[in-house]
């Protein structure tokens, strides 16, 4: 049983930054996907960023460039480094893993954290 436990969401002014963070238990892979979807209210849940085991990468196009996937395998734990945030970035961020490869749909992926909400004004 697959658990995934974040941290690190909050309020921000546009321009700043926010750190979320991801530590999963539970799996038995050693080669699998991690990453994050957000949702706003009246849209589905979408992309923001994968990595796999080896370190592909990837990004939601509205991300441009200004935020950074990292996995520490040590720790089982995924971060989201995000710089100048704007207000389009606020949402519920949530964590997600799959065993072996990353898709960019969300009906992918069938284990998900409990979500930490990230609000930019």
Do not use: H
């Given at each position: 049983h697959?658990?995934?436990v974040?941290s690190g969401g909050?309020?921000?002014?546009?321009g700043?930054?926010?750190?979320?963070s991801?530590k999963v238990?539970?799996?038995?892979y050693s080669?699998?996907c991690?990453?994050?979807f957000?949702?706003?209210?009246?849209?589905?849940?979408?992309e923001?960023?994968?990595?796999?085991?080896h370190?592909?990468?990837?990004?939601?196009?509205?991300v441009e460039?200004?935020?950074?996937i990292?996995l520490?395998s040590a720790?089982?734990?995924?971060y989201l480094?995000?710089n100048?945030l704007?207000?389009?970035?606020?949402?519920?961020y949530?964590?997600?893993?799959?065993?072996y490869l990353?898709?960019p749909?969300?009906?992918e992926?069938?284990?998900?954290g409990?979500?930490?909400?990230?609000?930019?004004?």
């Open positions: 697959v658990q995934l974040e909050g309020s921000v002014q546009a700043g930054s926010l750190t979320l991801c238990s539970g799996y038995e080669s699998l991690m990453g994050w957000r949702q706003v209210p009246g849209k589905g849940r979408a923001v960023a994968t990595i796999r085991a370190g592909m990468t990837s990004f939601g196009y509205f460039g200004r935020f950074t990292s520490d720790e089982n734990t995924v480094q995000m100048n704007k207000p389009t970035d606020s949402g519920m949530y964590c997600v893993w799959r065993d990353c898709y749909g969300a009906e992926y069938k284990d998900w409990q979500g930490t909400q990230v609000t930019v004004s």
